[in-house]
């Protein structure tokens, strides 16, 4: 039998049917047009990405990071860094904005200290430490810590510590927590300074700031059955504090693979399917002395998400939220810390989602404490985020917002002005203006 010889490569050609060049024809002379309408067209493209691309460079100012001074009326901040920082000292209230600092003066005085011109021609630094009455600053320059008389100028060298003293009593990255948090992990400290919180192989370790001594807190931690102080607060005295602890049986890993070492090293991480098994978290209160763990009763067998907002300031109660796996519905409740016993204070739902949640991870708390017996909540159940008022028991005492506009979060309460400040967005025509 004789087969037919295949065209190589080079000798393929392929030939059009002539029922379709009339259509090849159409086509290209519409190519044609576009190419020639086009072209009447100015290209300023181009220049445009430039623009875009330099446009950090046309922005000046846009916010400040606001210190308040100890007199309650004024507050300072930074402008101008690296090259020429210059800090004002506002008073909203006078409507006045003036440098703290003379400058030239001010770099005279440090280049005696220095012995040379300190760098940059405004102030070589951007932080500071006043004190209660504004009339000295600490400052750091070239790794070493100075302080100056507002009046004289007189700088005097400040002594500094050490590097073991740093890492010591500041807190230190743990383990990476991804995905559940982005970025590192790091220590907790705890508010009368003596400890930090963290959690490595698997169980809950606390670190003493005197000495570096490091104490095991438990002891039964298993890979997917871990302690974590990731999200853990602190009591008020800084004798107790909480830790979860999450099984993971069952919920669907994905490879992480490290390629920096010698070799290429294989970590796995849980990464929860749609309709797979889902964490299931456990709270507990912890004791710095006994080092008992004591279970809060979440008072369900649903998959569900934690997010512990912390002790009241007497630290009798611990307040946390509990949101379903669905994200419909979101429980304020609070637990005795010694025996974990725990109440349903109020509950939040929506028949679709409710805003502010991600991946039944709490962005942030809804609650906001006003005094021993209230409490601000935000709610989005007429359609626009909103604060509410609410006693302890969870009943509403009455509404404090209103309109067609998303309210933000409560950036400070004065409870006895009786006046809660927030952040909101009420101008349709800006959306991206946000006011106080």
């Given amino acids: 039998m004789i087969r037919p010889r295949p065209l190589s490569r080079s000798n393929a050609r392929w030939v059009p049917s002539p029922a379709i060049l009339p259509l090849l024809a159409l086509t290209m002379a519409a190519g044609r047009g576009g190419v020639a309408a086009a072209q009447e067209i100015p290209d300023d493209r181009l220049a445009r ?29 930074a402008d101008g860094a ?42 070589p630094f951007s932080e500071i430490t006043l004190d209660e009455a504004a009339s000295t600053a600490d400052f750091e320059v070239e790794g070493r810590r100075f302080r100056v ?59 003493a700031s005197e000495d570096g001594r490091v104490v095991r807190v438990t002891e039964d931690g298993e890979e997917r059955y871990a302690w974590s102080s990731a999200g853990s607060r602190w009591s008020p005295d800084g ?25 290429e090293e294989v970590e796995w991480q849980e990464y929860p399917y749609t309709g797979g098994p889902w964490p299931r978290p456990e709270l507990y209160v912890v004791d710095v002395n006994g080092r008992r763990p004591v279970p809060v009763d979440l008072q369900t067998s649903e998959e569900i998400g934690i997010h512990v907002i912390g002790f009241t300031p007497d630290g009798s109660r611990l307040l946390f939220q509990r949101v379903n796996r669905p994200m419909t519905r979101l429980d304020l409740m609070e637990a005795e810390p010694a025996t974990g016993e725990s109440r349903i204070i109020l509950t939040e739902r929506q028949e679709t989602y409710i805003e502010g949640l991600r991946l039944l991870e709490v962005q942030g708390s809804f609650y906001t404490a006003v005094d021993d017996d209230r409490f601000l909540w935000l709610s989005e159940r007429d359609g626009f985020t909103h604060l509410y008022l609410y006693d302890n028991d969870g009943d509403l005492v009455r509404r404090l917002t209103s309109g067609p506009f998303p309210t933000g979060p409560v950036a400070a309460v004065d409870a006895e002005a009786g006046w809660v400040y927030f952040r909101a967005q009420r101008d349709p025509a800006r959306p991206y203006d946000i006011h106080l």
């Fill in 149 to 207: 008389d507002l009046d004289t100028y007189g700088i005097t060298g400040l002594a500094g510590r050490t590097p073991a003293e740093i890492a010591r009593t500041t807190p230190q990255p743990v383990d990476d927590t991804w995905p559940a948090t982005p970025g590192t992990a790091m220590e907790v400290p705890s508010p009368n300074g003596a400890w930090f919180l963290r959690h490595r192989d698997n169980d809950l370790w606390l670190r």
């Fill in 239 to 263: 004798y107790r504090f909480t830790a979860q602890r999450t099984r993971t049986e069952g919920v669907h890993r994905v490879p992480v693979v490290h390629w920096l070492g010698p070799a």
């Fill in 49 to 77: 990405f430039r623009e875009h691309m330099a446009f950090g460079s046309l922005v000046k100012g846009g916010s400040v990071s606001a210190r308040w001074l100890g007199d309650g009326q004024s507050f300072w901040y």
């Fill in 82 to 123: 690296p090259a020429n920082t210059v800090i004002f000292r506002v008073d909203p209230g006078r409507g006045t904005r003036e440098p703290l600092f003379d400058t030239e003066r001010l770099r005279t005085a440090l280049a005696a200290v220095l012995g040379h011109t300190p760098p940059y021609d405004g102030l």
